[in-house]
């Protein structure tokens, strides 16, 4: 080790000015110039959450340069690191240390970074977490201009169904705020379903929406398009949910082209109240002080279909401790049934809401014995409060 301090300044001045194809390289560059690490990678998770993907190595062999490497996460020391959110040393040969640290922006996991030290110290360790943290956000930055970490990630065959789909869902499955935080999973069926979940955050607002656009395959993929291009079009002209919900309606029916039902909400984040638009959709499970109920909630007919009662705006009132869980009709299927998602919810309280959500999919996927007639989503929602200074500490790894 040189003596010198890490200077996050410097990387990322370093990654502006390098192509959005060598993110990986400026940061370990600089991990090995200044501590002499070895072996620097980062691996980042393919889209169904199964395995990792080593994407580069700073001084491996040549053939995992090409992101070929692939780990299984469950169970790894990388979901521990990538759950609990801190690094991970343990010896590595004689007197070096393997450190792997989590790769997370604004709670969104994008992967993990990992290397070898020759020696571990306190202001060591801290420099390698923000050289991680900064890699996350040069990630963010970087991924917008190129495939490269699209193109990893895909470990099976994609439908143009499937690639549709997945356009449509936010660019991070998860987001962290001081008065929440909010997380998505999706696992397709064998024969997509048009199943999409988004959210998006406003100064004082979290917009969320869930629908499942009827039909399989490409038809309910571009129902899909049309149905979350109509909503995102009416909360980014600043209508509320109910003329969100108007104008989702009248695009389906405009163009014929089939059904869909969705949930949309609008929660204020200085008082914790929520407006909601339920389009025939299941309703929400609320865990509040331990106990699980189904939300009662009036349900407007689908979209796309006619009806002579306009949709109507129910509000309810988040608490602090509440969790909100939104799904999809797949989470309920008979091949599912045989998951109690009530019990489960309470059962994943004290996990983070990303992993909460993997947890129901999960459930689920292994109900269907990975055959799912449907496909299977669920929003996870922790609320703080208003008046939230950060996040819950209790989830555990």
């Known amino acids: 080790m040189d003596g010198e301090t890490l200077r996050i300044g410097d990387v990322l001045a370093e990654a502006a000015d390098a192509s959005p194809v060598e993110s990986v390289d400026v940061v370990a560059r600089h991990l090995q110039k200044r501590f002499q690490a070895v072996c620097v990678s980062f691996l ?3 889209l169904i959450g199964e395995k990792l993907i080593r994407l580069a190595i700073a001084d491996g062999p040549e053939a995992e340069r090409e992101g070929t490497t692939r780990i299984g996460l469950r169970g790894s020391v990388y979901e521990k690191v990538l ?28 992967g993990v970074l990992e290397m070898t030290l020759p020696y571990t110290d306190e202001s060591t360790l801290r420099q390698v977490h923000e050289a991680a943290r900064a890699l996350a956000y040069i990630i963010v930055t970087d991924r917008r201009f190129t495939d490269l970490y699209h193109v990893g990630r895909r470990t099976t065959p994609t439908s143009l169904a499937a ?35 988004d959210y998006a955050l406003d100064r004082d607002t979290l917009h969320l929406s869930i629908t499942d656009a009827m039909g399989h395959d490409t038809e309910s993929a571009l129902l899909a398009t049309l149905l979350v291009a109509a909503l995102r079009g009416a909360r980014r002209a600043g209508c509320g949910i109910a003329e969100q919900a108007r104008r989702a309606h009248r695009a389906l029916v405009a163009h014929d082209c089939g059904i869909a039902t969705g949930q949309l909400l609008r929660v204020d984040l200085g008082e914790g109240r929520v407006q909601l ?29 006619p009806s002579p009662v306009p949709y109507r705006v129910q509000e309810l009132e988040l608490r602090p401790g509440d969790r ?24 994943t309280r004290w996990l983070h809401p990303r992993e909460a959500v993997t947890a129901l999919v999960g459930a689920v996927r292994t109900a269907c014995q990975d055959r799912l007639p449907d496909d299977a989503t669920v929003m996870c929602l922790d609320w703080y409060g208003a008046d939230a200074a950060g996040r819950r500490e209790s989830w555990s790894s």
């Not at 869980?325 to 059962?347: C, H, I, K, W």
Request: with cysteine.
């Open 44 to 46: 980042f998770a393919d």
């Open 83 to 110: 759950r609990s959110q801190r690094l991970h040393v343990e010896p590595h040969g004689d007197n070096a240390r393997r450190v792997v640290a989590p790769v997370t922006n604004r709670g969104d996991c994008i």
């Open 163 to 197: 690639e549709i789909q997945h356009n449509l869902l936010p660019s991070a499955s998860c987001c962290e705020a001081a008065q929440f935080s909010v997380a998505g999973g999706l696992v397709p069926a064998d024969d997509i379903g048009g199943d999409t979940y």
């Open 277 to 305: 638009v339920n389009a025939g959709h299941p309703r929400p499970l609320r865990l509040r002080d331990g106990e699980v109920e189904e939300l009662a909630l009036a349900v407007n007919l689908p979209f796309g279909v």
């Open 324 to 347: 909100l869980v939104l799904l999809t009709d797949g989470m309920q299927e008979r091949s599912a049934s045989a998951v109690d998602l009530p019990a489960l919810v309470r059962d």
